[in-house]
């Protein structure tokens, strides 16, 4: 008879990324093997052996999943199930997801969800996420004891149990983040301290005191060949995270093996990252699906996700989502639709309302060749940018003395607003608007949002002016323009003479030379 082929698959254990998933049906069992690494396939066929490796990693990149399917009858499952959670044949934990749940179960199920004694999961959740985190790491190699006694303890515990291993798995990742050169760090002992100094306190589990505007956002890295997620991070908040505070966002970036920027044009890579963008991505059992991403992090390839519990309805919801973001806009490019809804991911600061009845759009200026020359620049009261100072706390704490023009969000506005005097602005003059505080362009306007917020994204300070060649053109080529007629050239002669007399203090002045040293020192230190 001839010999039937053989496909030999080799999966060494540190592919393992320590847990198998089981799926039961009426008739069999599938064993779900995520691996961290592309594993060895061999075709035996007769006396010939031959290597599909190559083949067999496009299709690992589009699921780096094993599955194995075992029929049974019911004579013997009890036997299969003691098989598989054998620890001598499977070192690492079984998990059962059941994704399809039998009809004569559903009773059962909708009983225990309304029972009283019914545990809220959002603390299981992030554990479970913070326990991931840690299987995740691949800077230290961990104890398969130290998962198996978490995961046990989280099996027999209750929300307040749960709270306090959240916490302590916390400490770990943050005592880990310090203390990878330890090469007899003893996770296990360390967890087992911190747990019992957590669960002994007298001080109630608590959710951390966040600085005012920051929030703690999940993050996670996909390579071509695994998900890694990360532990919450602090992140400064924007408008979308203010304006859903209680939905569960997740930053998610797209590298390399190495933790690298993503230049990888290989089909099967672009097709993993199209699918994720398109259909959305299950970690550590949520489902999180694309929602919006700015120009920076198109850039640094990364883009912000959120959490949907019904996948089904997955697009409906984000619509919804990102309707209430751009209101009433027709955007017709799929480009700027992006663009205009990645405005809401910008880090700001919330100052305060300003109504529309204190605006006033005025038109943007153009040159002779049809370029803007006040694309994006508005004006503000000095008076007024000097509330906004008073009403947030700033880097270098900015004055309206030392900083020039302010980096805003408005309803549907972008750009940035100079600072001008209350009484001296003809812009303003021209307003014949009481109580007007701010001055708008056009081309500020990106869509139409109703929300009145004030935000700040950052501050421009004074420079000093350097009269360089292409600044003495531009004044040159004033003289003929201006009316009334006006002749740059003294004034510039002036400003040169005054230049070259403070240059000349530096060489017979000491107190003069001490203070631009110092004064050079500054700028560059900052």
């Known amino acids: 008879l001839p010999t039937v082929p053989q496909l030999v698959i080799e999966i060494p ?14 008739d069999d069992v599938t064993l ?72 004569h179960l559903c009773e059962t199920v909708e009983s225990l969800l309304n029972h009283p004694l019914y545990l809220d999961f959002k603390p299981m959740q992030d554990t479970l ?27 027999e515990s209750n929300v307040v149990r749960i709270n306090c291993i959240g916490s302590a798995l916390s400490g770990i990742l943050s005592l880990l983040s310090t203390n990878t050169t330890n090469y007899f760090f003893d996770l296990y002992e360390e967890f087992n301290a911190m747990l019992h100094q957590i669960s002994n306190s007298t001080n109630p589990i608590q959710s951390p005191n966040l600085p005012n505007n920051f929030c703690l956002i999940e993050y996670a890295m996909v390579t071509p060949a695994t998900v890694i997620p990360s ?23 797209f590298r390399d093996e190495h933790g690298e920027m993503l ?65 009433n806009s027709v955007i017709t490019s799929e480009t700027k639709y992006l663009s205009r809804i990645g405005l809401f991911c910008t880090s700001d600061y919330p100052v305060v309302k300003i109504n529309e009845c ?40 900015p004055t309206t003395d ?40 056009q081309s500020m306007k990106k869509i139409e949002w109703t929300d009145s917020m004030l935000c700040v994204v950052k501050v421009g300070k004074y420079n000093r002016l350097f009269l360089n060649t292409q600044m003495l053109t531009l004044l040159t080529s004033l003289e003929d323009t201006c009316v009334p ?28 030379a001490n203070c631009a040293l110092i004064d050079h020192l500054q700028n560059y230190a900052t």
Not at 13 to 26: D, E, G, M, Q, Y
Not at 138 to 152: A, E, G, M, V, Y
Not at 412 to 430: A, C, H, P, Q, Y
Not at 486 to 512: G, H, I, M, Y
């Open 13 to 26: 254990f540190a592919s393992l990324p320590r847990f198998i998933l089981t799926n039961w049906t009426k």
């Open 32 to 103: 779900y093997i995520p691996l961290i690494h592309c594993p060895t396939i061999t075709k035996i066929s007769g006396q010939r052996l031959s290597c599909h490796e190559c083949e067999f990693l496009s299709d690992f990149a589009n699921s780096p999943v094993i599955g194995i399917t075992l029929m049974y009858n019911k004579s013997n499952w009890g036997q299969l199930w003691t098989f598989l959670h054998y620890s001598s044949i499977f070192p690492v934990p079984v998990f059962e997801s059941r994704v399809e749940i039998d009809t």
């Open 129 to 155: 996420w913070k326990l991931n985190v840690l299987k995740s790491r691949r800077d230290i190699c961990l104890p398969d004891q130290t998962i198996s006694k978490i995961l046990s303890d989280i099996n």
């Open 231 to 253: 532990q919450p991070l602090l992140s400064q908040c924007n408008r979308l995270y203010r304006t859903f505070h209680e939905e569960r966002f997740l930053n998610l970036s």
């Open 263 to 327: 230049n990888n044009h290989n089909p099967a890579v672009i097709d993993r990252v199209e699918r994720i963008i398109k259909s959305g991505i299950l970690i550590n059992g949520l489902s999180f699906h694309f929602l919006v991403c700015s120009n920076s992090q198109l850039r640094s390839k990364s883009a912000i996700f959120i959490h949907v519990a019904d996948p089904g309805r997955a697009v409906e919801r984000i619509q919804r989502i990102r309707g209430q973001l751009i209101g």
């Open 358 to 397: 204190n605006t006033f759009m005025l038109p943007d200026l153009f040159a002779e060749n049809g370029g803007n020359l006040t694309d994006g620049n508005g004006k503000i009261l000095k008076s007024t940018a000097t509330k906004v100072f008073q009403r947030v706390k700033l880097k270098n704490n």
């Open 402 to 441: 030392d900083t020039s023009a302010i980096q805003i969000r408005l309803a549907g506005l972008k750009g940035v607003l100079t600072i001008v005097e209350d009484e001296t602005d003809r812009d303003f003059k021209s307003v014949n608007q009481k109580h007007c505080f701010l001055l708008y362009r």
């Open 485 to 512: 007629p006006w002749d740059p050239k003294p004034r510039l002669r002036e400003v040169f003479s005054v230049a070259l007399e403070n240059n000349a203090k530096l060489f017979t002045d000491l107190q003069t």
